[in-house]
Structures are given as structure tokens and as C-alpha cells.
């Protein structure tokens, strides 16, 4: 009896390891099927031309798009620059100051602001913005993702403030340190990690967003010369290529793809080295 | 800054008669102190002098309310919102919750260590020791210096990591880090060192360091310690109050609290009869 029990004890232990497994590979298979099917599709038409030459008219060979890789740039630095201070500050006041009440209310906003269609977005600023300046620009592009950014950044940073353990913010305020001293030298620092990596998040998503541009950045068959011009992007380049009815294009969709992939893998890799803590064999 | 005239040096301290035989300079004045956590009770009416340059200990069962006690001496329920406190509290004559006081210069007076080590994860063995003055602004490198050495030393850990001090604080073992963090508040030069059960996750061998270096440190601090631990109170304490259900039962000489007690309770609690 004993034994038996004891069989199917193992049994069911077996089974559902080799479940949870399966599930986890689950979950790493997609990223590898894409990686494997742009790579194989785009890696081709990688070249030196692509990084270095703005894109030809339908018909012509080569060209490249060096514009939409640096607006890419210029779009995702304006969007850190407002959701990054904006959303760490936000998620500061959540986590150390704000009373539960208006707490609530903020949490609640800013999780019906993070399921908000992109599109909606670029809808929301193309009024606020493009309206006003009669016409679209690489300013308003910026503004939208970074308003994509903050109701994410805030909720992250809140979240790993709240990991910190009280006992650090009690030892520091024993210590008679000013508050606002805990937080930017101790809370922070001790949360840095967390905070990048959600700010990395954050970026990764904003980066690939395509509706939103199409109302705001627009797009640009050359370059920019400020901010208040049109200027493009890799997802936006993407979108009108792959809707065209040109193989050329195709493949050029397919490349701009790869590189965008390859940009948020390059950003995610540099910042973590920037920003590795002094104390590499602590856990948090 | 306005404390400074209020304060009275230690020595000068007014010698006050506290219930039978205990005469002392007395640092902290509790007097009918209540203390309620939202609308529950912690604290009722505690009056209480410590004495200073000297170790008094506060013993009692779990959720008797010592924990609440030491930490109304440097106004750490101002954290809590629901915390609500009547009575007074003074330090050597200054009352610590008048509204005319910045509680951070309060805090700046009284050292605390607490139960569980919490030297910071982020910062260095001599980052660690330093972090209360750099962080309120000094920056003479030659006293952060001086200070971390000579912190170091009372706390009996010099020795020990004299040739690490820039590895991290969590390296440290859990004893030589509760030294750490005694170290990190000496730093500050505090009047008075409150420690919150200080010794009870460590080893019999770190709790005998820890015990040796609150004999050395009572010559020049004000120690307030809470234990559960009675034989730890009876060894470093002169004297010792002992609490049950948030009222102080009794407060007298360590000597006379573990031998005679005057309150039937407190002889129960003290020979292990229930608690």
C-alpha cells in the first residue's frame, strides 16, 4: 500500500516537473522563432549601405535607412528624457510619501493609462499637439512615447521601492538623516537595479510602437533638421515597407526589423554594464 | 539650532529618587505615557526615569509593549500614521515631542540598533560607519577619517576588518555586522544608544561579544536595551523594568528585580513561572 502510494507520489512529482518544464521552454520558443526567421530574412540585406544611406525610390537597388535608425534615437531619447524623471519621481511620491487615498486613485490611473491602445495615444497628442503647430514633428513623437512611458516607469519604480526593506529606511532615519536624503541615498541606490531594468522595459516597449507615430513623428524619406520636422522611424519604415507591394522593400522590412531587435538587445546589455553595482555578488 | 539651548549636559543631569533604590543623573523622563496604534492600546500611563551612563534593561513577554517603548524615545512612531501618543518624554530635561523640535536633530541624539543587522546593501564597511555624518553634510575627509577608526574600535571590530574597509558590508558575518551597525551609530556621537533586542539572532559567541562591548560603551552612553532574554538582562543591566501588557509592573535594580522582587508578577515572569 505504502508503496504504491509512494510510486504514485513520484509519478505525479515527475509529471508535473516535466510540465512546468515544457511550459518554460513555451515561453523561450517564440523568442527564438523570431530571432531565427529575422535573421534569416533580414541578415541579407544588412550591409554597410544600410546603416549609412537613406532609402532609395521603389526600383533603384540598395539604400538603407540611417534616417529611421538615428530618429529611432532621437524619438527614444526625448521619450526617457520626459517619462524617465517623470515616472521615477511619480513612483517615489507613491511608494514614500502619498496617502492611501490618493494613492489608490493614482495606482488606478496609471493602470488604465498602461492598458490604453497605442493608437488612442497618437490620437490624444496628434490633438494636443499636431493640431496646434500645423503639422507633425519629431517633438510631438518624442512627447507620445514618452507619455507612453510614465504611467509604466511609475508603476515599477513603486513596486521595487516597496521590495526595499523598511528596516534600511528605519536605520537611516535613526541615524537623523533628512528624508529626502534616505530616499535619493539609500531608497534608490538600493532599488537601482529594479528601477533600471523597469526603465528598460519601459523603453523596449516604446520603441517598436508604430500607431502612435503615425499621427505624431509621421514619418521622413530623409532627414530631419529639427525637431519640429516630420522625422522617421524604424517601426514606421517597417510598417511602409511591409505594406508595399515591392520584394526590395520586404527585405528591407525584414532588416529594419532585425535592427530594431538587436537595438533594444544592445540597449538592455549597455545600461545594465553602465549602471552594475559596485557589489557585484549581492542578490537585489 | 534651538535644542542647544535647551540642552542639559549629561553630568548636570538632576539626580532623581526612582522608586526604592535607585538614585541616579537621569537621561530619558518618561512620564504617563499612552500610546494607541489606531484604536488599539499599546502603552498605559508608563512612567519611567532611565538613568544615565548606565544600562537599563526592559524585559517582559512578547507584545508587552517594550518595542513600542524604545521606539517612542526617538519618535519613530512618527512613521506610523495611526500611532497617537499622550504624555511626555524628556532627555535630560528637553522634551522630545515639543513641536518647536525637528525630530531628525532628536534622532541625531540617540543612537539605535535594532533586532535584525540592516547595514546597507549598497555601501561599503566604511561607507557603512560614515553614512550618518557624510549624509548630514560633513565632508572633511580627515574626521570621517578619524571618526570611522575610532567608531570601529568601540565597537570591537577594528581589528577585524582594518584591512577591508572597502569591501561590502554584507561580506561581514551576522555578528561582526550587528557590530557594524552599533559601530555605524556611534558615529554620530550620540548621548544614548537605544538596541532593540540586539543580540537575539546571533550565535552565543556573538551575543558574548556584543554583551562585553555594551559593558564598555555604558562608561560613556546611555544604554537602553530590550531582551528576552533575562539572563542577558541580569548580566549587563544595573537596572531593569519589567513590562506585561503595555503596563510597567515594576522598576528597580537589575539586583533586586532577579532576587526580590517587590511585585508577585514580576517574580512569576523572572523564575519562568509563564511568559
Known amino acids: 500500500m505504502t508503496v504504491t502510494n509512494h510510486n504514485w507520489r513520484k509519478f505525479k512529482n515527475a509529471f508535473m516537473q516535466t510540465l512546468t518544464c515544457v511550459c518554460a521552454v513555451l515561453v523561450v520558443l517564440p523568442l527564438v522563432l523570431v530571432f531565427y526567421h529575422l535573421i534569416r530574412q533580414g541578415f541579407t540585406s544588412l550591409n554597410w549601405a544600410f546603416f549609412t544611406q537613406l532609402p532609395k525610390a521603389v526600383g533603384e537597388k540598395g539604400g538603407g535607412m540611417a534616417n529611421a535608425i538615428v530618429?529611432?534615437?532621437?524619438?527614444?531619447?526625448?521619450?526617457?528624457?520626459?517619462?524617465?524623471?517623470?515616472?521615477?519621481?511619480?513612483?517615489?511620491?507613491?511608494?514614500?510619501?502619498?496617502?492611501?487615498?490618493?494613492?489608490?486613485?493614482?495606482?488606478?490611473?496609471?493602470?488604465?493609462?498602461?492598458?490604453?491602445?497605442?493608437?488612442?495615444?497618437?490620437?490624444?497628442?496628434?490633438?494636443?499637439?499636431?493640431?496646434?503647430?500645423?503639422?507633425?514633428?519629431?517633438?510631438?513623437?518624442?512627447?507620445?512615447?514618452?507619455?507612453?512611458?510614465?504611467?509604466?516607469?511609475?508603476?515599477?519604480?513603486?513596486?521595487?521601492?516597496?521590495?526595499?526593506?523598511?528596516?534600511?529606511?528605519?536605520?537611516?532615519?535613526?541615524?537623523?538623516?533628512?528624508k529626502w536624503r534616505i530616499i535619493v541615498q539609500i531608497v534608490l541606490r538600493t532599488a537601482s537595479k529594479g528601477i533600471v531594468t523597469g526603465v528598460l522595459l519601459a523603453l523596449a516597449r516604446v520603441a517598436g510602437e508604430t500607431a502612435p507615430l503615425l499621427f505624431t513623428a509621421f514619418g521622413n524619406l530623409g532627414w530631419a533638421h529639427s525637431l519640429k520636422e516630420p522625422i522617421a522611424a524604424i517601426p514606421l519604415l517597417i510598417f511602409n515597407y511591409a505594406i508595399s507591394p515591392y520584394d526590395d522593400w520586404h527585405r528591407q522590412a525584414w532588416a529594419g526589423a532585425l535592427v530594431l531587435l538587436l537595438l533594444v538587445l544592445f540597449l538592455n546589455i549597455g545600461v545594465r554594464f553602465l549602471t552594475r553595482s559596485k557589489f557585484s555578488a549581492r542578490g537585489t | 539650532m534651538t535644542f542647544n539651548s535647551f540642552f542639559t549636559n549629561p553630568q548636570q543631569g538632576s539626580p532623581v529618587k526612582v522608586e526604592s533604590g535607585v538614585a541616579a543623573a537621569t537621561a530619558f523622563d518618561i512620564r504617563s505615557l499612552n500610546l494607541w496604534f489606531g484604536s488599539h492600546q499599546v502603552l498605559f500611563d508608563v512612567s519611567l526615569q532611565i538613568p544615565v551612563r548606565a544600562v537599563t534593561a526592559i524585559i517582559g513577554p512578547s507584545g508587552c509593549g517594550k518595542s513600542t517603548l524604545l521606539r517612542s524615545l526617538n519618535r519613530m512612531h512618527d512613521l506610523v500614521p495611526s500611532a497617537r501618543m499622550e504624555g511626555r518624554i524628556t532627555l535630560f530635561g528637553e522634551d522630545l515631542y515639543s513641536k518647536k523640535i525637528d525630530p531628525t536633530l532628536v534622532r541625531r541624539r540617540i543612537g539605535m540598533v535594532f533586532q535584525k543587522s540592516n547595514p546597507f546593501p549598497t555601501?561599503?564597511?566604511?561607507?557603512?560607519?560614515?553614512?550618518?555624518?557624510?549624509?548630514?553634510?560633513?565632508?572633511?575627509?580627515?574626521?570621517?577619517?578619524?571618526?570611522?577608526?575610532?567608531?570601529?574600535?568601540?565597537?570591537?571590530?577594528?581589528?577585524?576588518?582594518?584591512?577591508?574597509?572597502?569591501?561590502?558590508?554584507?561580506?561581514?558575518?551576522?555578528?561582526?555586522?550587528?557590530?557594524?551597525?552599533?559601530?555605524?551609530?556611534?558615529?554620530?556621537?550620540?548621548?544614548?544608544?537605544?538596541?532593540?533586542?540586539?543580540?537575539?539572532?546571533?550565535?552565543?559567541?556573538?551575543?558574548?561579544?556584543?554583551?562585553?562591548?555594551?559593558?564598555?560603551?555604558?562608561?560613556?552612553?546611555?544604554?537602553?536595551?530590550?531582551?528576552?532574554?533575562?539572563?542577558?538582562?541580569?548580566?549587563?543591566?544595573?537596572?531593569?523594568?519589567?513590562?506585561?501588557?503595555?503596563?510597567?509592573?515594576?522598576?528597580?535594580?537589575?539586583?533586586?528585580?532577579?532576587?526580590?522582587?517587590?511585585?508577585?508578577?514580576?517574580?512569576?515572569?523572572?523564575?519562568?513561572?509563564?511568559?
Open chain 1, 71 to 178: 530618429g529611432t534615437f532621437v524619438l527614444m531619447g526625448q521619450a526617457a528624457l520626459l517619462g524617465v524623471p517623470v515616472g521615477v519621481l511619480g513612483g517615489v511620491y507613491l511608494s514614500e510619501y502619498g496617502t492611501s487615498r490618493l494613492n489608490w486613485w493614482i495606482r488606478f490611473a496609471a493602470d488604465i493609462l498602461n492598458g490604453v491602445p497605442s493608437i488612442t495615444w497618437g490620437v490624444v497628442v496628434y490633438g494636443l499637439m499636431v493640431v496646434p503647430m500645423h503639422g507633425s514633428s519629431a517633438l510631438a513623437g518624442g512627447v507620445v512615447l514618452g507619455l507612453m512611458m510614465i504611467p509604466l516607469v511609475m508603476r515599477t519604480t513603486e513596486e521595487v521601492l516597496q521590495l526595499v526593506p523598511g528596516g534600511y529606511r528605519e536605520a537611516a532615519l535613526a541615524l537623523g538623516i533628512s
Open chain 2, 123 to 275: 555601501m561599503s564597511i566604511a561607507e557603512n560607519v560614515t553614512v550618518g555624518l557624510r549624509l548630514n553634510g560633513m565632508r572633511k575627509s580627515d574626521l570621517l577619517q578619524e571618526r570611522l577608526e575610532t567608531s570601529l574600535r568601540m565597537a570591537a571590530l577594528w581589528d577585524e576588518v582594518k584591512d577591508r574597509l572597502n569591501a561590502p558590508a554584507i561580506s561581514l558575518s551576522g555578528g561582526q555586522q550587528q557590530r557594524l551597525c552599533i559601530a555605524r551609530a556611534l558615529a554620530v556621537k550620540p548621548e544614548v544608544l537605544l538596541m532593540d533586542e540586539p543580540a537575539s539572532a546571533l550565535d552565543p559567541i556573538a551575543t558574548a561579544h556584543i554583551e562585553d562591548l555594551i559593558l564598555d560603551l555604558k562608561k560613556e552612553f546611555t544604554i537602553v536595551i530590550v531582551t528576552h532574554n533575562m539572563q542577558q538582562a541580569a548580566r549587563i543591566s544595573e537596572h531593569t523594568a519589567f513590562f506585561y501588557l503595555g503596563k510597567l509592573v515594576e522598576f528597580d535594580t537589575t539586583t533586586k528585580i532577579f532576587t526580590t522582587p517587590a511585585q508577585k508578577q514580576t517574580e512569576d515572569y523572572v523564575t519562568g513561572r509563564f511568559g
